[in-house]
């Protein structure tokens, strides 16, 4: 599984942008895609989470409300809409894919993904 992430940029604060997730080699139905973003001397930070096999998804606490994850399943590519952006949300942002169905405390964790993406930067001015 290839996963390219796309659609970063600078934004202004309290703006909006939409990353992609473009996947190939393998369909991402039954399985769990994860957002991630880490930023400068930080540990990798859980975003949002979407499990084709329970249709759920989970957010973390400081993205609630605002970020959405969305899936094109004919496109094999998922989305992350990021609107009211906030300086702290400026970090590289990354996808991350398992096949496995997880419980539903493990998609926050990165260590439950076995693919990832190189990553796209966010950055957010003031």
């Known amino acids: 599984v290839q996963l390219v992430e796309s659609g970063g940029g600078l934004v202004q604060s309290g703006g909006s942008l939409r990353l992609s997730c473009a996947a190939s080699?393998?369909?991402?139905?039954?399985?769990?895609l994860g957002w991630f973003r880490q930023a400068p001397g930080k540990e990798r930070e859980f975003v949002a989470a979407?499990?084709?096999?329970?249709?759920?998804?989970y957010y973390g606490d400081s993205v609630k409300g605002r970020f959405t994850i969305l899936r094109d399943n004919a496109k094999s590519t998922v989305y992350l809409q990021m609107t009211d952006l906030k300086p702290e949300d400026a970090a590289v942002y990354y996808c991350?894919?398992?096949?496995?169905?997880?419980?539903?405390?493990?998609?926050?964790?990165?260590?439950?993904?076995?693919?990832w993406g190189q990553g796209t930067q966010v950055t957010v001015s003031s």
């Open positions: 979407f499990s084709w096999s329970g249709g759920r998804t």
């Open positions: 080699g393998r369909t991402f139905s039954g399985n769990g």
């Open positions: 991350a894919f398992t096949p496995y169905d997880l419980h539903p405390t493990r998609y926050s964790r990165p260590d439950s993904y076995d693919y």
